[in-house]
Antibody
Framework: EVQLVESGGALVQPGGSLRLSCAAS????????MNWVRQVPGKGLEWVSH????????DYADSVKGRFTISRDNVKNLLFLQMTSLRAEDTAVYYC?????????????WGRGTMVTVSS | EIVLTQSPATLSLSPGERATLSCRAS??????LAWYQQKPGQAPRLLIY???NRATGIAARFSGSGSGTDFTLTISSLEPEDFAVYYC?????????FGQGTKVEIK
């Protein structure tokens, strides 16, 4: 079964940093664009960042631009989100999500999410 | 950014009934609209992409229609497992945005 598994979520103080990882399995990771999407518990969904299959392009929501960096390792089938200068409003479940093949922005496979809590 | 407005916020229906969910965009998204289903404690699941294409493994009772600014997700006959929150999402113009969701609850 195609699978994405996130890790790295934690409780972190405001201003702190955190690195999320997403391990992909049972599909050709190198062929797919990838994304991070977050959700405040009980609230709606917010797209955070996108990276192309070859890492040639990336994009960010304005709310995280300049603070978050997306990257990937196509040898180890891993997706990353480096988060710095964290704020209380970054508290959310963070999902990694795969783009439907041949598209950008239609998310066909999702992980189960990892919780990030920013609080003192 | 493109704002998506979903209506109604909550839909109270019985199993077997037809559900009609609406999503309106603040500007044209052509056909670049998707629908997702989310159950409590689970990740979203892609149902429909590009307005009317069912994703792999999605039951035929789910259908999508529309283009431009007005879109509809229809569930022809609600099954017990269909009671959930549904989100629309546009991929016409970054940042990709989601609607606020419609909760389909058991009447």
């Amino acid at each position: 079964e195609v699978q994405l598994v996130e890790s790295g979520g934690a409780l972190v103080q405001p201003g702190g940093s955190l690195r999320l990882s997403c391990a992909a399995s049972r599909f050709m990771f190198i062929y797919y664009n990838m994304n991070w999407v977050r959700q405040v518990p009980g609230k709606g969904l917010e797209w955070v960042s996108h990276i192309s299959s070859s890492s040639s392009t990336s994009d960010y929501a304005d709310s995280v631009k300049g603070r978050f960096t997306i990257s990937r390792d196509n040898v180890k089938n891993l997706l990353f989100l480096q988060m710095t200068s964290l704020r209380a409003e970054d508290t959310a479940v963070y999902y990694c999500a795969r783009d439907l093949r041949g598209t950008e922005g239609a998310f066909d496979i999702w992980g189960r999410g990892t919780m990030v809590t920013v609080s003192s | 950014e493109i704002v998506l407005t979903q209506s109604p916020a909550t839909l109270s229906l019985s199993p077997g009934e037809r559900a009609t969910l609406s999503c309106r965009a603040s500007q044209s998204v052509s056909s670049y609209l998707a629908w997702y289903q989310q159950k409590p404690g689970q990740a979203p699941r892609l149902l429909i992409y590009d307005a009317s294409n069912r994703a792999t493994g999605i039951a035929a009772r789910f259908s999508g229609s529309g283009s431009g600014t007005d879109f509809t997700l229809t569930i022809s006959s609600l099954e017990p497992e269909d009671f959930a929150v549904y989100y629309c999402q546009q991929r016409s113009l970054p940042p990709w945005t989601f609607g606020q969701g419609t909760k389909v609850e058991i009447k």
